[in-house]
């Protein structure tokens, strides 16, 4: 359990999973730019750290500017359940409009496929 917290609770993970869970595999840059207030170097550390974990994973395009999407890896699938429900308590408790993540699983899941 300490293992898995840590991981779980440093700063931005559970916004970084968020976003890559409701939003799908996800640029660098769409990512930074979906988190405000994030700087480049945490967000590398926290991507780096959960894709070590194999919670994420990198997809790497050797273009001119190199091309890194990031996206949801099997592991991931089971916070699954536990990122809808505090995605719930948030919208409970601070208000505002609950991601539609039923809607857009099963493209992030055909995504990640082919990127594999």
Not at 78 to 85: F, K, N, R
Not at 88 to 113: D, F, H, M, T
Request: hydrophobic residues 40%.
């Amino acid at each position: 359990m300490q293992k898995l917290l840590s991981i779980l609770a440093g700063p931005w993970t559970f916004y970084i999973l968020h976003v890559l869970r409701t939003e799908g595999p996800t640029r660098f840059g769409a990512l930074r730019r979906r988190i405000p207030g994030i700087s480049s170097k945490v967000l590398t550390e926290r991507l780096r750290l959960l894709e070590q974990e194999k919670f994420i994973y990198r997809h790497y395009e050797p273009t001119v500017p190199p091309k890194v999407t990031y996206g949801p890896a099997e592991r991931f699938d089971e916070l699954g359940p536990i990122l809808c429900t505090l995605a719930r308590l948030a919208e409970v408790w601070y208000g505002g409009q609950a991601p539609k993540i039923k809607a857009r699983e099963a493209s992030s899941e055909a995504a990640n496929r082919q990127l594999q």
